[in-house]
């Protein structure tokens, strides 16, 4: 089992920059893909970017590609989401989650554990 825990978001106005942190308990941390969702009010969660384990495989929605970039240090059991020229259209919930022992992916339901989210707001 391991717990995540987002921090750092928060109001930025449009072409500004924010950078998430996802801390996760347990001594396994480098053993789990991580993945960043997002979820507007009234709207699907939606897929924004997964890392492997090592951290040397990364994959982007289209929406966000050139945009965010996710990485971790293993060392310290955080992934981090920095989110460069962001748009009102990133405003959402973002929520890091773990799947253990498996590849990236792009779909929420591959991944077993959640966090409760880090707010984000994007102003024009």
């Known amino acids: 089992q391991v717990q995540l825990v987002e921090s750092g978001g928060g109001l930025v106005q449009a072409g500004g920059s924010l950078r998430l942190s996802c801390a996760a308990s347990g001594r396994t941390f480098s053993t789990y893909t991580m993945g960043w969702f997002r979820q507007a009010p009234g709207k699907e969660r939606e897929f924004v970017a997964t890392i492997s384990g090592s951290g040397g495989s990364t994959y982007y929605a289209d929406s966000v590609k050139g945009r965010f970039t996710t990485s971790r240090d293993n060392a310290k059991n955080t992934v981090y989401l920095q989110m460069n020229s962001l748009k009102p259209e990133d405003t959402a919930l973002y929520h890091c989650?773990?799947?253990?022992?498996?590849?990236?992916?792009?779909?929420?339901?591959?991944?077993?554990?959640w966090g409760p989210g880090t707010q984000v707001t994007v102003s024009s």
């Open positions: 989650a773990a799947r253990p022992l498996r590849a990236t992916s792009n779909s929420a339901a591959a991944y077993n554990y």
